[in-house]
């Protein structure tokens, strides 16, 4: 059986009890019913996958699609979707996104019968975006909003290209699709000097690791379907789509699929929206497309997958990125352990552990992190600093750093991200390099342990009995997530 949603939370249900529950009252997700569940759910530390079962969708009735939410929210269901152990810490995890980034596997293609999600197709005047329970998110988000990943097929190369945009529904049949200058606006604006419409598709629900894949931030040239391949660890199966066939590929066991294209030369003002930094996203319009939708496809019990963007810690968009960080320091500085990009709580800053080898190293790793538009200030410690534990980040900050000779700030000449809302250019930001790693030219204190033969002497079972420290809560309330 391909994997995909439904088999993830099979999964799920039988190695974390507990961990799927679904909601029977009625709901309506353009009201913030959902955003509320979830966040009064977070206030509890408490992220269950949630299954919706009767959503209104925006014609006001509840219809023949589900709402599904929570599906990648913690470490651990990260794990059950990439078939790690469960205590695969996350620079394991990281490292394994790299091995499977490089063990792509090309997609199969499947007829449109042996693809559920052709199940269901709705074309031409049949086509209705409110037939969907499609969420508004926060408060003084410009309209309801579909968050997911978009398909799109470079002209000249072939290659698909997977990434995440935020949507604005704006009709039955069309959205403002709002892309930063990466692959897809690279993408569109080829299309768009040639005055052609741009064949997209949106995929609204498929497993984990379907969306850990499309978050891949390697070279253009790099077909995202592959990539996505390597981290199901089976062939994606792909089927044609129902606008243009052959010519656009799309996830055959995808719970639903829209089609349509993004019109040339032509601009719609979306937003605002409560963004993934945490803050509200200002409204948009010069890079924001008019996307008509063509047609719109859908698996018979089809579960709708939506995000809250700064809601908790998200592993399955961190994770892919941490793995480009690694790839991308590593090839300047080999020693380079590990890569922390902790998301909301610190979402512009990155966090580098490495065996110094000489100094200067600090610097070329900081400066390799600064090529990607998500950073800001970058922070690189000794590999003896666990970088996904904000304690001792902030104890080698505290007792390694001379601010004076060690702080370097740089001048505005980096592309940011759009979503900063520091920013005071529409696009370029300043720096920081925090080098607080110890120096390897002159002595420094050691760091103060118990010795190591006394901690293989002593046995904690012998003195706190097993059923004692069975009951002893984990704190992790110094931890990120």
Not at 37 to 53: R, T
Not at 122 to 141: A, C, F, N
Not at 374 to 402: E, S
Not at 427 to 443: C, E, F, N, Y
């Amino acid at each position: 059986m391909a994997k995909d949603l439904r088999t993830f939370i099979a999964d799920c249900e039988r190695q974390l009890p507990g961990e799927v529950i679904h909601i029977t009252k009625q709901v309506n997700p353009a009201n913030y019913d959902v955003t509320a569940i979830i966040k009064h759910l977070g206030a509890q530390k408490k992220f269950p996958i949630i299954i919706f079962d009767n959503p209104l969708n925006l014609n006001g009735r509840v219809g023949p699609i589900k709402l599904t939410m929570n599906c990648e929210i913690s470490q651990g269901k990260t794990q059950i979707a990439l078939g790690l152990p469960r205590n695969a810490t996350r620079p394991e995890m990281a490292e394994r996104c790299l091995e499977m980034e490089e063990h792509r596997t090309p997609p199969t293609i499947v007829s449109k019968k042996d693809a559920p999600v052709k199940e269901n197709v709705m074309v031409g005047d049949k086509v209705d975006l409110y037939e969907i329970p499609i969420m508004r998110h926060h408060e003084m988000d410009g309209g309801p909003y579909i968050v997911l990943s978009t398909v799109t097929k470079d002209k000249k190369s072939g290659i698909y290209n997977l990434s995440y945009h935020r949507m604005e529904v704006k009709s039955k049949n069309s959205t403002a699709l709002y892309a930063s200058p990466r692959h897809l606006w690279k993408i569109y604006r080829d299309y768009e000097s040639r005055n052609e419409e741009m064949p997209v598709a949106t995929v609204l629900g498929h497993h984990p690791a379907f969306h850990m894949g499309a978050c891949y931030s390697g070279p253009f040239e790099v077909s995202e379907y592959d990539v996505i391949g390597g981290y199901l660890g089976e062939p994606l199966r792909l089927v044609p789509s129902e606008t243009f066939g052959d010519d656009l590929l799309i996830p055959a066991d995808a719970e639903v699929v829209i089609e349509g294209v993004l019109i040339p030369n032509k601009r719609v003002v979306e937003g605002p929206f409560g963004e993934a930094p945490g803050y509200l996203g200002p409204q948009r319009y010069t890079t924001c497309a008019d996307y008509q939708i063509k047609a719109i496809n859908y698996r018979n019990g089809a579960m709708y997958q939506s995000v809250i963007t700064p809601e908790g810690d998200k592993p399955w968009m961190d994770l892919p990125r941490e793995g480009a960080y690694l790839r991308r320091c590593r090839e300047a500085i080999p020693g380079v352990t590990a890569v922390c990009k902790a998301g909301r709580h610190a979402h512009y800053n990155v966090f580098i552990s490495m065996k110094k080898m000489s100094e200067g190293d600090p610097g070329r790793a900081a400066a390799a992190a600064l090529t990607f538009d998500h950073t800001k200030n970058v922070f690189v410690f000794d590999d003896d600093i666990d970088v996904f534990n904000p304690t001792d980040i902030l104890w080698a900050i505290a007792t390694r750093v001379q601010p004076h000779r060690q702080v370097s700030i740089l001048k505005p000449l980096f592309r940011g991200n759009f979503l900063d809302p520091s920013l005071l250019d529409e696009i370029k930001t300043s720096g920081m390099i925090v080098d607080a790693t110890r120096p390897l030219d002159r002595p420094f204190s050691p760091v103060s342990k118990c010795p190591d033969e006394a901690m293989a002497r002593i046995k904690l079972e012998e003195y706190v009995p097993g059923e004692v420290l069975q009951h002893i809560p984990t704190d992790r309330t110094t931890y990120w997530a």
